[in-house]
Structure formats: structure tokens, C-alpha cells
């Protein structure tokens, strides 16, 4: 008897990671903090009204809305599915190019292109305590996907399945 694709996704890795760039990242929460001190004390001093400063601050705060939304982040058989209280974008395997690995955990590449603008279309896995597994994960579905032909990772648990059961009644 062949295993069905929900078989497959039984025994598929998986791991669930909260993604929040201003807790995880100590050099963009430095960053950030000088920047808008710097701004608030420019505006200050250029205009001598606190409301205006204020207002820069808030507005660059708007800016950089990113860093304050945790993004739940869950990797599977089905591909990447990033949750937050802004809703929900699930990106298929067959559908990320390429990945890297750096210091803090993998980038995913929706593009092959590798000019400085295709950070824009990326998904970035940084958590450093779960470095180690987030890479595991990724490699494991890129080479399953790169491997095989099939639109997706559960297609491929059909087509193995389909594969298996001819060979075993020939």
C-alpha cells in the first residue's frame, strides 16, 4: 500500500517560527533608536516646536511599521505561510527560487535575479536560536522540489506513491 499525500505531510518537516525584526535584530533596534532621536533633536532644533518633532518621529515610525508586527511563520510541505494580525500570504515551494543563508538564519528569493532590489521580493527567516532547523527545512524542500518535476511537494508524495505501486505489480 502506498502512502497518500497526507502521509507524506505527516512525515514532512515543519517548523513554526514568530518573526519580530525589532526583537530580533539588536542592531536594527540601535539603529532605529538613533535614528529617531537624531531626527527628533534635528526637527527640534531647526523649528524649536515639539509638535513637529513629534510628528517626524511618528512619521518614521509609520516608515518602519514592519518591524513592529510579528509575523508567525510556518514552514511545511504546502510551502511558507506567514501570519499576522494583517492576514495571512502562503508562498508555494515551487515558487521561491533560490535561498541563502547568513548570520542570523536564510533569505528566500522569489526571483532568480540577484541585483541589490531582489531583497524586495524575499521572505527573511532570521531566528537565531533556530538557525540550524530553519536551514534543514529550507534545504530539505528546495532539493525535494529541485529533484522532482511536480508542482509541489505533495504532488511528489502522489507521483512517488503512483510510482511505487506500478513497480510493485510489474
Not at 10 to 28: C, G, M, Y
Not at 84 to 113: C, N
Not at 139 to 160: C, H, L, N, P, Q
Amino acid at each position: 500500500m502506498s502512502p497518500s499525500s497526507r502521509e507524506f505531510e505527516t512525515h514532512s518537516p515543519e517548523l513554526s517560527l514568530v518573526r519580530l525584526p525589532i526583537r530580533d535584530d539588536h542592531i536594527a533596534q540601535g539603529a532605529t533608536a538613533l535614528l529617531l532621536v537624531v531626527l527628533a533633536f534635528l526637527t527640534y532644533s531647526g523649528t524649536v516646536s515639539v509638535w513637529i518633532s513629534l510628528v517626524v518621529v511618528l512619521a518614521c515610525l509609520v516608515a518602519t511599521w514592519k518591524m513592529f508586527v510579528p509575523v508567525r511563520i510556518d514552514l511545511g510541505p504546502r510551502g511558507v505561510i506567514q501570519n499576522s494580525f494583517l492576514g495571512s500570504r502562503k508562498t508555494p515551494w515551487r515558487e521561491i527560487a533560490r535561498f541563502e543563508t547568513h548570520e542570523q538564519g536564510v533569505t528566500l528569493y522569489l526571483t532568480q535575479d540577484d541585483s541589490p532590489l531582489a531583497g524586495f521580493a524575499s521572505i527573511d527567516l532570521a531566528c537565531r536560536s533556530l538557525k540550524p532547523e530553519v536551514e534543514a527545512i529550507v534545504r530539505f524542500y528546495m532539493e525535494s522540489r529541485r529533484m522532482r518535476t511536480g508542482s509541489s511537494i505533495v504532488k511528489m508524495a502522489d507521483d512517488i506513491s503512483n510510482s511505487k505501486s506500478g513497480s510493485a505489480a510489474s
